[in-house]
């Protein structure tokens, strides 16, 4: 991997520190190449046009569905398109049949949108158990033996936390699940882009990310799930029925078509999905073996960098544990608080870095962060030498503090 090349595909690079991309990443000129190209010569509808231009809109869409499902070693799923990753988990939370009594384990490390979506099943008499992590995000397999008791209906966790950058042994806990009967959902908004995710491997039954934070344009997010037949106890019911996911329609009835389109109800955004189909094909061009090593080469620079500076308090996993960690590091500047450090990082070093709760009020709470922290996220176009920058620009905030 190239860094110097693949920075060229990011001219807004010359102008900032983008240090932000758990947030949203940026979006690189193949990709948006790929969505002006729908644009500009073949605009069509999907799933309905017989003409040629409608046939080459469809198949582009189709063929992002599939590379997105291989993305992820999930082609013998079903992959549907949704808008991003918190309306692929409220599918789920929506589209599943739920009884009084059902349990659902989770964890205190999710971003609101894996916690919101169960909460607010409880109102239909479903239990909820929120397990806590340690400092560091941790939770020990044997606390989740315990929580997934029998009668868990469904486990909902993170694989990589956005807030503390902690990695979660989701394959560990899928073979807890397959024990137990427990259906397995993984947030995969923070790993699908950093790492290789597997859901073969994981056995997990669904897969929720967003085009968004893996260079696609916004309004594209994915919702991977085990093929129909095999899932039979998870099948999700459609969120949306209407035009475009219909097989046969009758006086009253109809008959929802098998596969992505039966959940895709009205016409999708369809340059987003050929978007994230494009974005599939850089982040496979880069290689994500080596993005994931770029990062962690980043992340240890960082984390060796602000243990060297006075004042600073970092959370999360240390650089000792580089293997249970992603490229998502969180601290703390004393004497001054988070939105300040953020303010400053901008203003004196164009150095955009992400500050507050981070989406994970309940996990700030519980670490007694009141103000969150300040949080630096990196990706395949950062530096070693955007790293040293920050490093100089905080070594002097610091003395402020
Ligand atoms: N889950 C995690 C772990 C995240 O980091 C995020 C976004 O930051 C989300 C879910 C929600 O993603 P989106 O806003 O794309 O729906």
Not at 61 to 69: E, G, L, N, S, T
Not at 341 to 360: E, T, Y
Request: net charge negative.
């Amino acid at each position: 991997m190239k860094v110097h090349e693949i920075r060229a595909d990011f001219p807004i690079l010359e102008d900032v520190i983008y240090l932000d991309s758990a947030s949203t990443s940026l979006t690189p000129e193949p990709v948006l190449e790929a969505v002006l190209d729908y644009y500009r010569a073949y605009k069509a509808n999907v799933g309905r046009g017989v003409y040629r231009l409608a046939q080459m809109a469809d198949q582009r869409y189709r063929d992002a569905h599939r590379k997105a499902a291989a993305f992820v070693w999930g082609v013998e799923g079903v992959t549907i398109f949704t808008r991003n990753t918190t309306e692929s988990i409220n599918i789920v939370a929506r589209g599943l049949s739920w009884k009084r009594g059902d349990r659902i384990v989770t964890t205190l490390l999710e971003h609101h949108s894996n916690l919101l979506p169960w909460m607010r099943l409880k109102e239909m008499g479903v239990e909820l158990e929120v397990m806590r992590p340690d400092r560091e995000g941790r939770i020990d397999l044997a606390d989740w033996e315990k929580a997934i008791a029998e009668g868990t209906r469904l486990v909902a966790t993170t694989q990589l936390s956005n807030a503390l950058g902690t990695v979660i042994p989701v394959k560990e806990i899928a073979r807890i699940c397959r024990e137990r009967g427990a259906a397995l959902l993984v947030d995969g908004a923070q790993s699908v882009p950093h790492m290789p995710v597997n859901v073969k491997d994981i056995d997990c039954d669904f897969l929720c990310f967003s085009g968004h934070k893996m260079l696609g344009p916004t309004g594209a997010g994915v919702l991977w799930m085990r093929k129909e037949e095999k899932n039979e106890k998870n099948e999700i019911e459609p969120l949306l029925v209407g035009g475009g996911m219909v097989e046969d329609v009758f006086d009253d009835e109809y008959e929802i078509k098998q596969g992505y389109e039966g959940f895709e109800a009205g016409t999708p955004d369809i340059s987003a999905g050929i978007g994230l189909g494009a974005a599939v094909d850089y982040l496979t061009r880069a290689g994500v073996e080596e993005i994931h090593e770029h990062e962690m080469r980043l992340t240890r620079k960082l984390l060796v960098g602000l243990e060297k500076i006075a004042g600073i308090e970092i959370f999360g996993p240390g650089r000792d544990s580089s293997e249970a960690r992603g490229g998502v590091v969180s601290f703390a500047v004393n004497g001054l608080l988070p939105h300040e450090v953020a303010l400053m990082l901008d203003q004196a070093a164009n150095i955009s870095v992400r500050s507050g709760h981070h989406c994970c009020i309940p996990l700030m709470k519980h670490l007694g962060l009141k103000y969150g922290t300040v949080r630096a996220s990196l990706y395949l176009y950062n530096t070693e030498d955007e790293i040293d920058k920050l490093l100089a620009a905080l070594e002097q905030i610091a003395r402020m503090g």
